[in-house]
């Protein structure tokens, strides 16, 4: 199985931590600092008081410790040799610490080869100064990122202010331009760009900002070409709806924000999904009741050319949740019908639990409701042909945050989930009967 790497270099204060940590969350992977143990190991010596900074001492020491990390979501705490040292990284004199004794090849050894260990494990976007040039020259897409030294001492004096550190802007000035200097003169593998990394200069950005950009550029790098067919059957579709039932589409801008994106919709007809198609664009992936498809060959054909993620309702192997993931990392639009099948009255129906075990699963922060108007009647459950002429109207909503689901997910809160997004879309289809219908 393979996992995919986001990288982001550049030197101190530049944003890269902080980007990480959001972008780590807007996606729902891992985060992995690698100056936390640079700053581990600078940490455990200073508690043991251990001065010596020459490669033979670091090399015995390094030669019997053992680094672990422990997530809490996203985020982790570092442990070496058993010792919690996160309360200690955030700390100045550890920094500099850690630049001085991360220009020796037995600590980057240890450091580099724990990080590719971790990041076997999993989805991660890790962060440091050789990242993608040494660490993981191989990642799937690479950053760096850089800012005025006035703008970064400016930062970095606030940030210590704010864990209410004494310091002051020419003090922290001075600490960043020595740590610039360590860190992009040393011989082995200095701070450097590299060749194929996105640089983006943070000066005059916010950090939303600068994260739009960075998501943007990932789903770029993700985002495969559909083929020709699939582009054309799509604005075939466009045009289809937009003629026969005078399409009207609510909300577009939403759609454009979920980055790939989990998307659900009622579901009441076989209109249903080429409609979504036509509006998501044609690498939307649809999730499909492996039941459903087997026995009914009409769907069977025509799903054919589209790509579906088949399930068993009653069995969600953590292989069907891997597909999900990497199909909405990719970029791909993955919609749900958490009804789990067509409602024959119109009304929208209690939600089975697909759609929450994949949010729970998968760590979906986002997800898009999407409220399909008028498609009942223009194809009922019980015609055999959709009645052409009807009126179609689209609400998109905006995406919905989701926050503090836990993996393996207790009923309880799976059950809450999958009230809390019925509830979007049922306010979305009062939305349509009052203004719309
Ligand atoms: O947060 P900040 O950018 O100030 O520093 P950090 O990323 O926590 O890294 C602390 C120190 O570890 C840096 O000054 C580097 O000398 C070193 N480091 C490194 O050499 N290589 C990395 N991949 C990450 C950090």
């Given at each position: 199985m393979t996992h995919f790497i986001i990288t982001i270099d550049g030197p101190s204060a530049s944003g890269k931590s902080t980007l990480a940590k959001k972008i780590a969350q807007r996606l729902g992977i891992n985060y992995l600092d690698s100056g936390a143990f640079y700053r581990s190991i600078a940490a455990f010596l200073i508690l043991n008081e251990d001065s010596a900074e020459d490669e033979g001492f670091l090399l015995g020491f390094l030669q019997n410790a053992t680094l672990k990390l422990e997530y809490e979501g996203s985020f982790a705490r570092y442990f070496l040799n058993g010792v919690d040292l996160s309360p200690y990284l955030r700390n100045e004199q550890v920094a500099m610490k850690a630049s001085r004794i991360a220009k020796f090849g037995v600590v980057r050894k240890f450091v580099n080869q724990n990080l590719q260990a971790i990041c076997k494990k999993g989805d991660f976007i890790a962060d440091g100064r050789?990242?993608?040039?040494?660490?993981?020259?191989?990642?799937?897409v690479k950053f760096f990122l850089t800012a005025s030294i006035e703008s970064r001492a400016k930062r970095r004096e606030l940030e210590q202010k704010t864990m209410g550190t004494e310091t002051s802007f020419e003090k922290v000035l001075e600490q960043l331009l020595q740590r610039d200097e360590q860190d992009s003169k040393r011989?082995?593998?200095?701070?450097v760009k590299p060749a194929d990394a996105i640089f983006i200069d943070?000066?005059?950005?916010?950090t939303d900002e600068v994260c739009e950009q960075m998501l943007v550029n990932i789903k770029k790098k993700f985002v495969v070409r559909p083929s020709w067919y699939r582009v054309l059957i799509g604005s075939f579709l466009k045009k289809f709806f937009k003629i026969f039932f005078r399409l009207q589409v609510f909300g577009e801008g939403n759609a454009e924000k979920v980055l790939g994106g989990l998307v659900y919709a009622n579901h009441t007809s076989y209109l249903d999904a080429p409609l979504l198609l036509s509006i998501l664009g044609p690498n939307t992936v649809f999730v499909a009741s492996k039941r459903v498809i087997e026995k009914n060959i009409f769907i069977r054909c025509v799903t054919r050319f589209f790509p579906l993620i088949l399930v068993d309702e009653k069995n969600m192997p953590r292989d069907f949740f891997r597909i999900c993931n990497k199909e909405i990392h990719k970029g791909s639009p993955v919609v749900i019908f958490p009804e789990g099948m067509r409602s024959i009255t119109g009304e929208i129906l209690s939600f089975k639990e697909g759609l929450a075990s994949i949010i729970i699963h998968c760590k979906i922060t986002e997800v898009l409701p999407i409220y399909l108007g008028g498609v009942y009647k223009a194809?009922?459950?019980?015609?055999?042909f959709p009645v052409l002429w009807k009126k179609i109207t689209v609400l998109i909503s905006k995406p919905l945050c989701i926050t503090g689901h836990k993996e393996g997910g207790a009923k309880e809160p799976r059950n809450a989930l999958t009230e809390h997004l019925k509830k979007r879309l049922v306010d979305l289809e009062k939305q349509y009967k009052d203004k719309y219908e």
């Open positions: 050789d990242l993608g040039s040494k660490v993981f020259p191989k990642a799937d011989k082995i593998d200095p701070l943070t000066t005059s950005f916010t194809w009922p459950k019980e015609r055999l």
